[in-house]
Every structure is written in C-alpha cells, then in structure tokens.
C-alpha cells in the first residue's frame, strides 16, 4: 500500500491530510514490529534518498539502536511533526538520551527521545 506516492495531490490541505495519514499508519505499522517500504517524497535527504526512491525502515525501540547519521522515521518535536531526517546529534543528558533531527543540509527541525522514534533506514532503492 506504500508502493506509489497516493499522498501528492494538487490541492495542498489535501496533500497534507493524505501524507498526516500515511505517516500515521507507518507509525502503528512499525510500532507493531512491521518492516515499512514506503517511497519518499521530496528532496530533503539527498542525496542519500531522491525523491519517489522506496525506503525501507525497520522498528526500533532502544537508544543502542540509532546512532548519529542514521536517517529515522520518527515524530520531531516540539510540535508531533512526523519527518524521515536524519540523527544529526545524539546526547546523554541526566541519564536520558536525546536526538536532533535535521535534513541533510543541516537545517534542524527539532528534537525526539527514543519514543519518538518509529524506525531505521536500512536501504533504498532509487
């Protein structure tokens, strides 16, 4: 069901709900210990993803599992915006680990904890 890109759409609210849902379903879906292929859209992780590449994303569910540079699917705060960025930082403070989600130019979007965190990109083909 990831297979096309069904968000796009020329009205823009419209292409927003569609991408919020997508997003949520590859969250229950990885949260439940599924695998996600889904095809990207947009350019913000080039050129390590390309727009309308398939990625594919693994569950995680402990910090061991995300290291600086690897590219999440995750729900960035403040604000629950769900984005496939990468882990430009990854800090322990007070015994908690926190991570900065940035695209690959390096404009950051905000922060996560590792709840935050659905899944690992593990490949993609373009």
Avoid at 53 to 76: K, S
Wanted: hydrophobic residues 30%.
């Amino acid at each position: 069901e990831y297979d096309y890109d069904w968000t796009l759409n020329p009205d823009r609210k419209k292409e927003l709900e569609n991408r919020d849902e997508r997003n949520r379903m590859i969250k229950q879906d990885l949260q439940r210990g599924k695998e996600v292929l889904y095809r990207s859209s947009g350019w913000s992780l080039w050129p390590r993803v390309h727009s309308n590449d398939m990625t594919h994303y693994v569950p995680v569910t402990r910090d061991d599992e995300i290291q600086e540079g690897d590219i999440v699917f995750c729900e960035v705060q403040p604000g629950h915006r769900f984005y496939a960025h990468n882990v430009k930082r990854k800090w322990l403070k007070g015994g908690i680990w926190w991570y900065t989600i940035a695209n690959l130019v390096g404009r950051e979007n905000g922060w996560c904890r590792i709840f935050h965190i659905y899944g690992r990109l593990i490949s993609v083909t373009h």
